[in-house]
């Protein structure tokens, strides 16, 4: 069981706790001079045979970050309200946050009773009752505690066990933990402490550090200050890692499971606003989730009422997915506004209000993951993406495949669920556009993934169109030509002049297909104007013949077909993922070549980077076709 405290300053947390563990949370020189709790602090316990971790939090205002960091993800909630003071300022605003972030359960300490005489402890324990009224804790119990001479703490100790049964369940196939402290022990070298959100970890373990990207490996681990084989969702770990300094990582991040390593800087969330306050589009805020906080501004998707919807836009990545819970603060970082549950983690860029839209934010809401994947399906126009589906919520693809009506169920490599009516409608539509834009542009070769992305209404998932044109090819209704996808019987012709300078320039890039010159060298070689033969080379790329990497490189097709296959070998002899300079000595080029191919790799969607290294996160023969043969 994980237990925050929450309430004003000076009412006696950091005492309480200590009363409790026999632990003074109060680490920092500064805070033992000042007698002020600043940042977060640890405790460990053990009753009845139950592990409970302890997070003191500051109660002060100015360290409101603090605070919101260490109630992120917690079993209980311990308020503590001084008999002598009552409910203060920030005994509301905590009482706030705990209701909006949804923690389920709370145990009020009256402290200080030695302080108080009888008729101003049972004022205040009224005035107590009457704010938690307000909230989720209405019928939280009061405990009346004494933590110098003990009055009160076992009475105490008894209401936080009956909680027990109150802990968050935290579904998830993938681990997650939000970053709160990171130091070094030595002899084991970099440790970071944090509240698991999800999933499991054990030692040898591969874990990706984001925002940032890079790779660590667990070497051991503490579960709620014990050694332990494995953590789990819900427990406070502290994690040994290797392949990082400690001075690299920073609260706020995560360490996640690498197929999670997708920070976003957008969202789709349901909010629910405090009493009286009136959110607006564009209005600017601080948005805290996890251990961490960046400014934001938001749009509401569905009205100006007291719980919209919003599509929300950060200026710095947040490990955001399904179902994580967060709070709005003013620009100025002074009042709490709301709290909100992130409903999409990967939002379209256009189309947000739409009611096909609004009706997948809708299948979002439910509850459980068979209704998610129900609704999904119902609200779809094409095809349901099984896989981006996962990832959102974080499930395994094929725990969701459970909940599929088989009846209807045709799957492509068990990740599209399709109709087979809205099928052959989609697959139709890609024709008519391509029809129509080889009409309008005969001299291109055809449309890439994003161009027919862009012209289809409604926009299916981009997985789900990749499906569909996989399927037009199988079918002999459409062809590819590298990354463009044309009618099969479309030829793009060049005009005489550049087909015979292409004839020409051919031999010299084909000379050497997987290094050719760039386009200065081979201008200076054959005596061209540079800029005249990018110009020459752009107009024939155009034409699927060549393939622009980089602005002075072009490659002829077959090669970048038979380079982007060579990421797979080299990912997998690097356990899944690799970096520049091994892809480099596998595919005997040179560094620029590599930095160029690589970065255009990420551009067409094959890899996606993470620190140094870089995953194959797309079949290479979706997107460049299959080469006859593999280099490497």
Not at 213 to 221: D, N
Not at 273 to 287: I, M, N, T
Not at 300 to 315: S, W
Request: charged share 25%; net charge neutral; aromatic share 4%.
């Amino acid at each position: 069981m994980i237990v925050a405290t929450a309430g004003h300053v000076d009412h006696g947390k950091t005492t309480l706790v200590q009363a409790m563990t026999g632990v003074d949370t109060d680490r920092l020189a500064e805070e033992r001079r000042r007698g002020l709790t600043i940042d977060l602090g640890f405790a460990y316990a053990n009753w009845l045979g139950q592990r409970w971790g302890f997070i003191d939090v500051p109660g002060h205002h100015r360290f409101i970050g603090n605070m919101l960091a260490g109630v992120a993800a917690i079993d209980v909630a311990l308020l503590v309200v001084a008999a002598d003071e009552g409910p203060m300022p920030q005994t509301r605003e905590h009482l706030q946050i705990l209701d909006l972030l949804g923690v389920d359960a709370a145990v009020i300490a009256l402290t200080r009773c030695d302080l108080a005489d009888t008729e101003t402890t049972k004022r205040h324990r009224a005035a107590t009752l009457s704010l938690l009224a307000e909230s989720r804790f209405a019928r939280a119990p009061i405990v009346p505690v004494c933590a110098p001479d003990g009055t009160g703490l076992d009475e105490l100790r008894t209401a936080l066990l009956a909680q027990s049964t109150s802990a968050v369940v935290r579904p998830g196939a993938g681990f997650r933990l939000a970053v709160d402290r990171s130091f070094s022990v030595s002899g084991a070298g970099a440790v970071v402490t944090g509240t698991a959100h999800a999933g499991q970890v054990q030692a040898d373990d591969i874990l990706t550090l984001i925002p940032g990207g890079e790779e660590v490996r667990v070497r051991g681990l503490r579960a709620l200050d014990q050694q332990q084989d494995e953590g789990h969702a819900g427990e406070r770990l502290a994690l040994n890692l290797s392949g990082i300094h400690h001075g690299s990582i920073r609260r706020g991040q995560w360490l996640v499971t690498p197929a999670l390593a997708r920070p976003q800087i957008r969202f789709d969330a349901r909010l629910r606003a405090l009493p009286g306050v009136r959110l607006r589009s564009g209005q600017e805020l601080h948005v805290h989730h996890g251990a961490t906080h960046a400014m934001g501004r938001i749009t509401l998707l569905d009205g100006t009422t007291e719980a919209p919807r919003v599509h929300l836009a950060v200026r710095e990545p947040l490990g955001v997915i399904h179902g994580d819970r967060f709070i709005l603060r003013d620009s100025r970082g002074q009042h709490t506004l709301a709290g909100g549950t992130v409903l999409d983690p990967d939002p379209p860029t256009r189309g947000r209000r739409r009611p096909e839209r609004l009706a997948q934010l809708d299948a979002l809401e439910q509850d459980a993951l068979d209704a998610i994947v129900r609704a999904s399906l119902a609200c779809t126009p094409h095809a349901l993406d099984l896989d981006a589906l996962a990832w959102k919520v974080n499930a395994e693809t094929a725990t969701l495949a459970e909940f599929l009506p088989e009846a209807i169920a045709d799957r492509q490599g068990g990740t599209i669920l399709r109709d087979a009516s809205a099928w052959h409608t989609l697959q139709n539509r890609i024709i008519v556009k391509l029809e129509r834009f080889h009409a309008d542009q005969p001299q291109l070769a055809g449309m890439g993934v994003d161009e027919v992305l862009a012209v289809l209404e409604p926009r299916p998932p981009a997985q789900v169109l990749r499906a569909a044109l996989r399927d037009l090819i199988r079918d002999h209704r459409l062809a590819r030509t590298a990354t463009r996808f044309h009618l099969p019987e479309h030829r793009p012709r060049l005009d005489p002049a550049d087909a015979r300078q292409w004839e020409r320039l051919r031999p010299h890039l084909a000379k050497q297909p997987r290094q050719p010159p760039v386009v200065h060298d081979l201008a200076r070689e054959l005596e061209l104007e540079p800029e005249q033969l990018t110009i020459l080379f752009g107009r024939i790329s155009h034409t699927g013949a060549l393939v622009r990497v980089a602005r002075n490189r072009f490659l002829l097709p077959e090669a970048v077909t038979d380079l982007a296959a060579l990421t797979t070998v080299v990912a997998a002899a690097g356990e899944g993922s690799f970096d520049a300079r091994s892809y480099r000595d596998a595919a005997g080029i040179g560094r620029n070549l590599t930095i160029d191919l690589l970065e255009y790799f990420d551009r067409t969607g094959l890899t996606r980077r993470l620190g140094d290294r870089r995953r194959v996160v797309a079949d290479p023969g979706e997107i460049f076709g299959n080469p006859s043969s593999r280099g490497g």
